[in-house]
T-cell receptor
Framework: GQQLNQSPQSMFIQEGEDVSMNCTSS?????WLWYKQDPGEGPVLLIA?????ELTSNGRLTAQFGITRKDSFLNISASIPSDVGIYFC??????????FGQGTRLTINP | SAVISQKPSRDICQRGTSLTIQCQVD?????MFWYRQQPGQSLTLIAT?????????ESGFVIDKFPISRPNLTFSTLTVSNMSPEDSSIYLC??????????FGQGTRLTVV
């Protein structure tokens, strides 16, 4: 089936640093979603993107829908300890089911 | 958005037994979804549960192993039947609004011993 390639798989950073992660696909998507999952919890929606080239912010988070419609990135600025968790991208073609990336595990050293 | 409550939040079960997971949504939704998240892995769709019809299962998942009920527009259950240690996972209920954004329950962490 369809797959999303999410990278990096893990990141170890210092508090205060900026973070960047991305997802790529061989197929075109018309919706990109970014989620964060804390230990013992379900994924929580961070940002939703619906249009090629769209750049959307949510506090210190910024996500973009790639112009080719085959990729998306998520940036976190000035990371803080509560940013620790696993970040997932998800894409959708039309009304088809969501496809998820493998996740990026973010660890922050204080 | 939607508020989704899942029960139980975790359980430890003996192999060969079955566990039923409940999902309650605070609003009426047409479609509900059940996902499995194996340790350290991403989310895999098990099935789509529509009210008034049989669930639609993804490749690799069958009704005998994962029977689903959807008695009304705010509630669904997933049963994990005849469990083995390989069924140890997080099981997540999800709903979608406007066929775009998906929201998840807190998950049920299942350990089979």
């Amino acid at each position: 089936g369809q797959q999303l390639n999410q990278s990096p798989q893990s990141m170890f950073i210092q508090e205060g640093e900026d973070v960047s992660m991305n997802c790529t696909s061989s197929s075109i998507f018309n919706t990109w979603l970014w989620y964060k999952q804390d230990p013992g919890e379900g994924p929580v929606l961070l940002i939703a993107l619906y249009k090629a080239g769209e750049l959307t912010s949510n506090g210190r988070l910024t996500a973009q829908f790639g112009i080719t419609r085959k990729d998306s990135f998520l940036n976190i600025s000035a990371s803080i300890p509560s940013d620790v968790g696993i970040y997932f991208c998800a894409g959708r073609q039309g009304a088809q089911k969501l496809v998820f990336g493998q996740g990026t595990r973010l660890t922050i050293n204080p | 958005s939607a508020v989704i409550s899942q029960k139980p939040s975790r359980d430890i079960c003996q192999r060969g037994t079955s566990l039923t997971i409940q999902c309650q949504v605070d609003s009426q939704v047409t479609m509900m979804f059940w996902y499995r998240q194996q340790p350290g892995q991403s989310l895999t769709l098990i099935a789509t549960a529509n009210q008034g019809s049989e669930a639609t299962y993804e490749s690799g998942f069958v009704i005998d192993k994962f029977p689903i009920s959807r008695p009304n527009l705010t509630f669904s259950t997933l049963t994990v039947s005849n469990m083995s240690p390989e069924d140890s996972s997080i099981y997540l209920c999800s709903v979608e609004t406007g066929a775009t954004e998906a929201f998840f329950g807190q998950g049920t962490r299942l350990t089979v011993v």
